[in-house]
């Protein structure tokens, strides 16, 4: 719960769009595996150029990260510290269940969360079929993905993705 209240926290630095919400997510991982988890990366919807989503940044600035960086979010990793090793410990924290279908072209967050092999996804509320139909939890599980819906912040992870628009 604690890494979803960041995930709102991220959500809320978004530029509202009247056609498309506003997401926040944060990755954290554990690695060697039963360590502290620590936190890997933050991203929200349209922080990197392009109609971009908030899990995918996540992912990309992971990505990004430095062999020094990485060394130091995980003292006791053996090196040189492989990030794609480290994504396949880790679990993703979205305020909005991650979407299946992207009619923007670009590929849909949910098929970028199972390529990077996350192990457990943890949604804040479900996406309204605002704009397109989401099958994003689904297809996660399908793909072994274990998704936790988290209870208690629905109502602001809502609001907060509609931000700067009629509710
Ligand atoms: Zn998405």
Same mark, same amino acid.
């Given at each position: 719960m604690e890494y979803l209240r960041l995930a709102l926290d991220e959500a809320k630095k978004c530029t509202p769009s009247p056609t498309a919400f506003c997401v926040g997510c944060v990755l954290t991982a554990s690695y060697p595996p039963g360590t502290e988890p620590v936190i890997l990366a933050q991203g929200y919807s349209r922080?990197? !150029?392009?109609? @971009?989503h908030a899990e995918a940044n996540a992912l990309t600035k992971a990505r990004q990260l430095s062999q020094a960086q990485l060394a130091e979010l995980f003292?006791?990793? !053996?090196?040189?510290?492989d990030i794609d090793i480290i994504l396949t410990h880790a679990d993703i924290y979205t305020t909005m269940e991650p979407c299946s279908?992207? @009619?923007?072209g670009l590929s849909p967050c949910a098929d970028a969360i199972i390529a990077a092999r996350i192990k457990r996804c943890f949604i804040g509320v479900g996406e309204p079929d605002d704009f397109v139909k989401c099958e994003g939890a689904q297809k996660l599980k399908d793909a072994g993905v274990e998704v936790k819906w988290l209870n208690g912040l629905e109502k602001e992870c809502l609001e907060v993705a509609r931000m700067g628009r009629e509710q």
């Open positions: 922080e990197l !150029p392009g109609n @971009t003292p006791n990793a !053996p090196h040189p510290i279908v992207r @009619t923007s």
